[in-house]
């Protein structure tokens, strides 16, 4: 296991609901990514967060959120829910700067369903 | 342009056999690293093994080594020794040194080991 753990495991939306992903990162690191799965696909970025801040941006529209607290846990928090935006959503933590062999830790995700 | 291909959905593989995992790259980015993860029915993303671009050497670790041909772009995974806990969902990745805060994941390969 990686040490990085989300909440919840699996939670059920209607669309143009607002939903909050949490994920706490592993001991000792500094950043965290979160990424989109769709059914069938590999992960895509959302973005990063470090030092509290957004590091990086995919391309999300603004509905996609997040924040980073200084415990370096994080939400991923998603307004006006639409159908496609039913996924797994991954949450990653890695320490800053992520160059060279150092890798990203990936929690279990959140399978979110919208109907 | 997609900047990472994996061109097989499906593979199978004997158990005790070696299994050959194809990925291509793309990128303009002199300084990058590939990353295979592989993720079980449970969701969770698990790094495998790493590859800089100019790591002279081949990666490995334990039952896994990357054939990394830089010429070709391509960082096939090669599983020895096949397991039936082999059977997962594996994605190929690649981070650019300009964008070192974003994973770029291919489709994935699903491999099923026969016992």
């Known amino acids: 296991e990686t040490g990085v753990t989300q909440s919840p495991t699996h939670l059920i939306k209607t669309r143009g609901q607002q939903v909050t992903l949490r994920c706490s990162s592993q001991s000792g690191h500094n950043t965290v990514s979160w990424y989109q799965q769709a059914l069938g696909q590999g992960p895509q970025f959302i973005f990063q967060y470090y030092r509290e801040e957004e590091n990086g941006r995919g391309n999300f529209p603004p509905r996609f959120s997040g924040l980073q607290f200084p415990n370096y846990s994080s939400e991923l928090n998603v307004n006006a829910l639409e159908l496609d935006d039913s996924a797994l959503y991954l949450c990653?933590?890695?320490?800053?700067?992520?160059?060279?062999?150092?890798?990203?830790?990936f929690g279990p995700g959140t399978r979110l369903t919208v109907t | 342009a997609q900047k990472i291909t994996q061109t097989q959905p499906g593979m199978f593989v004997q158990e005790k056999e070696a299994v050959t995992l194809d990925c291509t790259y793309d990128?303009?980015?002199?300084?990058?690293?590939l990353f295979w993860y592989k993720q079980p029915s449970s969701g969770e993303m698990i790094f495998l093994i790493y590859q800089g671009s100019y790591d002279q050497q081949n990666a490995t670790e334990g039952r896994y080594s990357l054939n990394f041909q830089k010429a070709r772009k391509s960082a096939n995974l090669v599983i020895s020794a096949s397991q039936l806990g082999d059977s997962a969902m594996y994605f190929c990745?690649?981070?650019?040194?300009?964008?070192?805060?974003?994973?770029?994941f291919g489709t994935g390969t699903r491999l099923t080991v026969i016992p």
């Open positions: 990653a933590s890695s320490l800053k700067n992520p160059q060279g062999r150092s890798e990203q830790y």
């Open positions: 990745a690649m981070r650019e040194a300009r964008r070192a805060n974003n994973l770029f």
């Open positions: 990128t303009s980015d002199p300084s990058y690293g």
